[in-house]
């Protein structure tokens, strides 16, 4: 029976050449894949000037300015107390008039 002869290794430098050589083909690959897509048509890559418009929602407010009320009197209110043991005690608490405010224009109608 005959033995195959062992089979020559690569040297060094040749392993390091061919390192380069596949590694510089990895790195430009992506460029010429983008190099070779279709380019589009002339008339849609110089583009149009009016741009479509999709309105989503409309929203559309009215807003009524009234007079303000005239001040009203001072109200009691009656709040059971906290600090009593007898069942149906209330105490009277008078509550302060509200502080008038600026007298806002009589009626206007605005929006935005």
Same mark, same amino acid.
């Given at each position: 029976?005959?033995?195959?002869?062992?089979? $020559?290794?690569?040297?060094?430098?040749?392993?390091?050449?061919?390192?380069?050589?596949?590694?510089?083909? %990895?790195?430009?690959?992506?460029?010429?894949?983008?190099?070779?897509?279709?380019?589009?048509? %002339? #008339?849609?890559? !110089?583009?149009?000037?009016?741009?479509?418009?999709?309105?989503?929602?409309?929203?559309?407010? $009215?807003?009524?300015?009234?007079? !303000?009320?005239? #001040?009203?009197?001072? $109200?009691?209110?009656?709040?059971?107390?906290?600090?009593?043991?007898?069942?149906?005690?209330?105490?009277?608490?008078?509550?302060?008039?509200?502080?008038?405010?600026? %007298?806002?224009? %009589?009626?206007?109608?605005?929006?935005?």
């Amino acid at each position: 029976m005959t033995e195959r002869a062992p089979r $020559r290794r690569a040297s060094k430098r040749a392993l390091r050449t061919w390192a380069w050589i596949t590694g510089g083909l %990895a790195f430009l690959a992506p460029v010429a894949a983008l190099g070779a897509s279709p380019k589009p048509p %002339a #008339d849609v890559a !110089q583009g149009t000037t009016e741009r479509p418009v999709v309105v989503i929602r409309k929203i559309t407010k $009215r807003i009524v300015v009234h007079e !303000q009320p005239a #001040d009203a009197p001072v $109200r009691y209110v009656y709040a059971p107390s906290s600090g009593s043991s007898a069942p149906g005690s209330t105490t009277a608490v008078a509550a302060p008039a509200p502080a008038p405010a600026p %007298a806002p224009p %009589a009626t206007t109608t605005g929006g935005s």
